[in-house]
């Protein structure tokens, strides 16, 4: 089976009045006026606890990032729309250190190519626009169709101390009637993206304080972790609904959400399968054959991502629907 996954105006309120302030009587100043109040000394000045915004490395002039700086003020005219991921990008100077977070990210997704990610980011910029991901976030879905069929968790990163990891789990096994739940391509799409976006709040790019590496140069610790578990679902025949769901959300995942896929997983993958995907791998490119790893057994996922994922994948967590966060859901859904 291919992978399917992967700001409100307040109404104007009367100016307020100037509140009168009246003197105090003098029993209420503490000062007696018929005797001249004995000098005070100053208390010596505390230095600042004012925490300091996070700011990123002096680039030099020909950087690609600071290259696309100079076309943001364009990209955000034409595509009358600013927020993005979490984020409200501005071009104003000094350009805010969360919208420098997002235009690497799209640097790195095109290779520091500075005209390929000013393209995508305004396509992207335009098609938030119009879907409205946000909006869809806060939607209702029917539970009959996509309860149980994903979640967000976040889990402590292996080795890497207090770091945390986004996670989302999509449940192909739950899966009851492959019509109802891809056959409104639209439906099944807008589901997706409000997962993501839930994912999304998650991650809380708007926290971010460490830079980006540049392309080549590091790894980006703002990106998550998705799981794809295959459990009871046949590798025989593709339905065609879930095939033409599929193409769509690749699509649009590849499109519009660019740089934020740190690892992916397939999980309880038949053997046989898996040796079909590791076929399948020689031809991706080695940032893409990196991020991808296929497990034939639910519970070798806990060596991969701790032990704070559910027992059934080998961890000592809950059930994903008791510690999972998904989206709203209609009743009859298996998923609270």
């Not at 729309?81 to 979490?86: A, L, P, R, V, Y």
């Not at 390929?116 to 119009?130: C, Y």
């Not at 890497?160 to 891809?182: L, P, R």
Request: proline share 8%.
């Amino acid at each position: 089976m291919s992978d399917p996954a992967e700001a409100k105006e307040t109404p104007a309120t009367a100016a307020p009045t100037e509140p009168i302030q009246k003197p105090l009587p003098e029993a209420q100043t503490g000062v007696d006026t018929t005797q001249p109040s004995e000098p005070t000394e100053k208390p010596a000045l505390e230095p600042s606890s004012k925490v300091r915004p996070p700011t990123w490395p002096e680039l030099p002039t020909e950087h690609p990032l600071r290259s696309l700086k100079g076309k943001l003020l364009s990209i955000l005219h034409e595509s009358q729309h600013s927020e993005i991921w979490g984020i409200t990008l501005s071009a104003n100077e000094p350009v805010p250190f969360t919208t420098l977070i997002i235009l690497q990210k799209f640097l790195r997704a095109n290779a520091n190519n500075v005209e390929k990610a000013a393209d995508q980011l305004l396509a992207t910029l335009k098609w938030r626009k119009e879907f409205d991901p946000v909006k869809a976030k806060g939607e209702t879905f029917d539970g009959e169709r996509f309860g149980g069929l994903g979640y967000v968790t976040v889990l402590d990163r292996p080795g890497s101390g207090a770091q945390k990891e986004v996670c989302t789990w999509n449940i192909y096994g739950a899966v009851k009637d492959n019509k109802k739940t891809f056959g409104d391509v639209d439906s099944f799409l807008r589901w997706r993206v409000a997962l993501m976006e839930h994912s999304l709040t998650r991650l809380d790019l708007a926290s971010a304080t460490t830079p980006i590496p540049d392309h080549g140069q590091g790894a980006d610790p703002y990106q998550m972790t998705q799981v794809h578990d295959y459990l009871n679902v046949s590798f025989l025949r593709m339905d065609p609904a879930v095939k033409a769901a599929s193409k769509t959300t690749i699509e649009t995942f590849q499109s519009f959400y660019p740089e934020l896929l740190a690892r992916k997983f397939f999980v309880n993958v038949p053997v046989i399968m898996g040796w079909v995907f590791s076929a399948m791998k020689v031809f991706m490119a080695e940032e893409t054959r990196k991020k991808l790893v296929v497990l034939s057994y639910g519970n070798q996922v806990a060596a991969e991502l701790g032990e704070g994922v559910p027992e059934v994948y080998g961890g000592k967590g809950g059930p994903l629907e008791k510690v999972g966060e998904t989206v709203s859901l209609t009743a009859g859904s298996v998923a609270k």
